[in-house]
């Protein structure tokens, strides 16, 4: 500690104290011992002050991307699946919630990076979304539109379709185009109409200019949100899974190969048809639990993914 001067906390106001300590011990890199030396505090005390700066958002910690997606596996789903990139976090050991909690941050630390000025991002609904635009650094990323694909749900959750792409938005300082409709109709010569809806209509024209894709799918399950937020009821699910559905894309049925599984709810849903979700600049899936294998494997050969964000143990059931 030679030729350190030493100050005390009197010498340094109010908040600024907190600054202090973060900045000495993240961008000088003095252990806690020489901080509490310097100041003439305890090394508790600048354990709390570091707490509080994490707390008050002083400090933002960032592991560069490269740590996850050069990993042996990220490398290996590129390679068996015709990906451009991937994501895996370690979920090794972990319950879901934590595993669930450390996959959505990890796409909410990669997203960004994903996104250039002028996109205009497709964004998908459900948990997994809405908790990555939850999670998601505020910044601005320059002429980003960020666009609702499926209409809106009277669902008990608080991820509806307009949540997440408004939210999305604000964390991005992007224009938000929301979908005014409901996500299903109740006869298909009703959903006709309104698709015919001059303010309707240019909506849904809008959503062609989309360049990139933002999603997770669903699952088939009697839980699935699908059936929650009132898009399909009991009947539509089992009459899907009879069809040969594993999963849910945008409020549609999915098969093993990414089809579409046609029949009546299709006449009657507002929102992208699945064609115009392939074959795009980017499909960023991301997929944060072991239910979700089957749809994710359904998902890429649909075509409609070319970036996937993970957890280790899920990649490996997934190149099982």
Not at 230 to 235: D, H, Y
Request: aromatic share 6%; proline share 5%; charged share 20%.
């Amino acid at each position: 500690m030679a030729g350190m001067k030493r100050r005390t906390t009197g010498q340094i106001s109010g908040e600024n104290v907190v600054i202090e300590v973060a900045w000495m011990y993240y961008r000088d890199g003095l252990n806690q011992k020489d901080i509490a030396e310097r100041l003439d505090i305890s090394r508790a005390t600048v354990v709390n002050y570091l707490q509080e700066a994490r707390e008050r958002g002083l400090i933002r910690i960032t592991l560069a991307d490269a740590a996850f997606t050069t990993h042996r596996l990220a490398q290996a789903l590129c390679a068996r699946f015709g990906l451009r990139a991937a994501y895996v976090v370690p979920d090794e050991g972990l319950e879901e919630p934590a595993a669930f909690d450390r996959v959505v941050q990890g796409a909410a630390e990669w997203l960004p990076a994903l996104l250039a000025p002028g996109d205009r991002l497709g964004v998908a609904w459900g948990r997994t979304v809405y908790e990555l635009a939850e999670a998601i650094e505020p910044q601005r990323i320059d002429d980003l539109a960020v666009l609702q694909l499926v209409g809106s749900m009277a669902s008990p959750y608080g991820f509806t379709a307009e949540a997440c792409s408004t939210r999305l938005a604000e964390q991005l300082g992007a224009r938000c185009y929301n979908l005014h409709s409901p996500a299903i109709l109740s006869n298909a010569p009703l959903a006709v109409a309104l698709r015919a809806e001059p303010i309707i209509a240019a909506q849904l024209d809008r959503l062609r200019t989309v360049n990139k894709f933002l999603f997770s799918v669903g699952t088939c399950q009697p839980d699935s949100h699908v059936v929650g937020a009132g898009v399909a009821t009991r009947a539509d699910l089992d009459a899907n899974i009879a069809q040969g559905a594993v999963g849910v894309l945008c409020g549609r049925f999915i098969d093993a190969q990414g089809r579409a599984i046609p029949g009546p709810m299709e006449a009657r849903m507002i929102g992208v048809p699945l064609p115009q979700l392939t074959g795009l600049d980017m499909g960023i899936l991301v997929t944060p639990g072991h239910d979700k294998v089957a749809a994710t494997h359904a998902a890429i050969r649909g075509g409609y993914v070319t970036h996937l964000v993970t957890g280790l143990t899920v990649a490996e059931a997934l190149l099982a």
